[in-house]
C-alpha cells in the first residue's frame, strides 16, 4: 500500500481529520481530537502507527518482521507497520485496511458516548 491510499482511507474515516503537530513529515490523523494513526517515513520506508489491543499486537508482531511496537509511541497499545518492497514482508492491503480499521474503532470505543453516536450514527 502506497502513502496516498493510506492517506485517502483514513481520512474516509467519519470526522476524521489530518493534523501536522510534529512538522510536515509526520502526518496525524484524529478522530474528536484523538489520534488514531499517523503516517511517516523512518530509515527511508513508509511506516503507519496505528493503535492496537495488546495481546494482538504480540501476534502481529511475533508474525511479521514488518510490524513492530510503536515506534516513538506506548509499546503496548500502539504498533508500526513497515511498508517496503520485499515480497517476504509484504502485508496484504486486506490486512492494513482492518488494522486501520481496528485503531479507529479502538479509538471511539474510548471517547465520551455523546462524541461515539455522532460518529457511530455517519457509519
Known amino acids: 500500500m502506497d502513502f496516498d491510499t493510506l492517506r485517502a482511507y483514513l481520512l474516509a474515516k467519519t470526522e476524521a481529520v489530518e493534523k501536522f503537530p510534529f512538522g510536515p513529515g ?38 511479521s518482521s514488518s510490524i513492530t511496537p510503536g515506534y516513538h509511541m506506548d509499546k503496548k497499545h500502539w504498533i508500526s507497520v513497515y511498508f517496503n518492497q520485499s515480497a517476504k514482508q509484504h502485508i496484504p492491503d486486506d490486512e492494513i485496511k482492518r488494522l486501520m480499521d481496528n485503531s479507529f474503532m479502538l479509538v471511539v470505543s474510548k471517547l465520551l458516548k455523546h462524541d461515539q453516536t455522532s460518529i457511530l450514527l455517519h457509519m
Open 26 to 63: 509526520t502526518h496525524v490523523f484524529k478522530v474528536k481530537n484523538k489520534m488514531f494513526a499517523l503516517i511517516g517515513w523512518h530509515n527511508d520506508a513508509l511506516m503507519i502507527n496505528l493503535k492496537c489491543d495488546p495481546d494482538e499486537a504480540i501476534a502481529l508482531c511475533d508474525i
